[in-house]
């Protein structure tokens, strides 16, 4: 992602007002004032709500006769500063979680369409770097954000986070530190070719544990692979993580051979730039969401979003786990 500039402002820097072509050219900025909010909520919802009390604070302003010269740093920073204050009463909200929390998935068809901020949002949010982002105290979640996913310079990360460009500095170190001492991904996309593979990976993988095919299904895992499961208290979950190929081989078969019994499909798609699926209902409603991390051509991690608070922006969500 580009840092911030002054894109649609004259070239004397003016603001050219309310209702012409410039503020509705604004529009351009909502995926990436999503990718933003979602970087550090984790909600698609939430950052849907910040995006729009974004353009609202704009419309606001320029109504009162301010001067907006560079609407896409206002918009930024009005949106960091949103996800500022909602990380702090979200931190707790999330120490009282029942269970693994995950983020709400942002899914993307097979086909690539969807809403555009969706389809555009940076491959670097996979639901593995939002988790280890739980662990960063909200300015120091902005501030990795912006510089790490974004590639925003200091001056702008200071400015849209109220901070002094030195203190931007010693907080993403300070971040950075906390981060690689547990990190086990990456955060840069996938390549194209790296892309077709785990694509390829996750369709044979889905078929075979469809099929109940063990032997397939233990030659795809990772000995150490995980699974991850949030159900937030509402869904049956198999414990708070599983570990290890024959384990979670055992539970993959299971649960797609009751998901046979009870009709249930499974449709390939991107979560998060990562290869994965959503599971639905006869009656078509989403019962789950599942991502892939596929590295070094074997499956390392599953993770499983059955939580019925995280799928409604998806659809009509199933009872079915809930029965």
């Known amino acids: 992602m580009s840092s911030a500039g002054s894109g649609g402002t004259r070239a004397d820097g003016t603001d050219p007002g309310p209702g012409s072509a410039d503020e509705m050219d604004a529009a351009r900025y909502r995926p990436l004032l999503f990718s933003i909010a979602y970087g550090m909520t984790g909600s698609v919802g939430d950052a849907e709500d910040m995006v729009q009390d974004a353009f609202l604070g704009l419309a606001r302003a320029r109504q009162a ?12 920073t009005a949106v960091t500063r949103l996800g500022i204050n909602y990380m702090g009463s979200a931190r707790v909200r999330r120490e009282m979680y029942v269970g693994d929390w ?39 979640r902005a501030v990795f954000v912006l510089r790490e996913v974004f590639g925003y310079g200091y001056p702008d990360v200071a400015m849209m986070t109220g901070k002094t460009e030195v203190n931007c500095r010693q ?77 979670v081989t055992r539970l ?56 019925p608070d995280k799928l409604g922006h998806l659809g009509p969500v199933s009872d079915i786990g809930l029965l």
């Open 252 to 307: 993959l078969v299971g649960v797609f051979r009751r998901s046979l019994a009870l009709s249930i499909s499974l449709q390939p798609a991107w979560v998060n730039g990562r290869p994965g699926a959503v599971r639905y209902d006869a009656q078509g409603r989403v019962v789950s969401v599942l991502e892939l991390d596929v590295v070094d051509g074997v499956i390392q991690a599953i993770r499983s979003v059955s939580n």
């Open 102 to 140: 995950l983020p709400e998935p942002v899914v993307v068809p097979a086909d690539g369409s969807g809403p555009a901020e969706h389809v555009e949002l940076t491959d670097s949010l996979s639901m593995a770097f939002l988790v280890l982002l739980e662990a960063l105290s909200p300015v120091e």
């Open 171 to 247: 907080i993403f170190a300070r971040a950075r530190q906390r981060i690689a001492a547990e990190r086990q991904v990456t955060a840069d996309p996938p390549p194209p070719r790296l892309r077709a593979e785990g694509e390829e990976l996750a369709r044979r993988f889905f078929e075979a544990a469809a099929g109940g095919d063990m032997a397939a299904l233990l030659s795809m895992l990772a000995p150490d692979v995980v699974f991850h499961g949030d159900g937030g208290g509402k869904v049956q979950v198999f414990g708070k993580l599983l570990a290890g190929r024959e384990r």
């Open 65 to 76: 006769g301010t001067t907006i010269a560079a609407p896409k740093a206002y918009l930024t």
